[in-house]
């Protein structure tokens, strides 16, 4: 059974930073392009950093460059997600998303992908 489970959310202020993991089982990560999404209330959901899985090319959002760094780890079979100088804005639920092939044109675009998690919340607030 294909399976994508992510950790790490929380609370936190403003500035701070919070490290997301996405866990897969049923199949090898490294294999698979990954992708971290977030959904805000009243908003649709955004592509926030990929990974390929050709090269371990790497894509941001505008809005967390120099903030956000995704990163494998073969040996657990994670992707994680750093986050740090949050702002109120990061606020969502965050996903994490997998698919065997990807270009990397295409990274950011949620209907490439085929595997979801459930979401972790994420809130940033004073």
């Known amino acids: 059974q294909v399976q994508l489970v992510e950790s790490g959310g929380g609370l936190v202020q403003p500035g701070g930073s919070l490290r997301l993991s996405c866990a897969a089982s049923?199949?090898?990560?490294?294999?698979?392009?990954i992708g971290w999404f977030r959904q805000a209330p009243g908003k649709e959901r955004e592509g926030v950093s990929c990974?390929?899985?050709?090269?371990?090319?790497?894509y941001y959002a505008d809005s967390v460059k120099g903030r956000f760094t995704i990163s494998r780890d073969n040996a657990k079979n994670t992707v994680s997600l750093q986050m740090n100088s949050l702002k109120p804005e990061d606020t969502g639920v965050y996903y994490c998303a997998a698919d065997r092939s990807i270009i990397f044109s295409e990274l950011s675009n949620a209907n490439q992908y085929d595997y979801w998690g459930m979401g972790t919340q994420v809130t940033v607030s004073s």
């Open positions: 049923g199949f090898t990560l490294d294999y698979y392009a």
């Open positions: 990974i390929s899985s050709s090269d371990g090319s790497t």
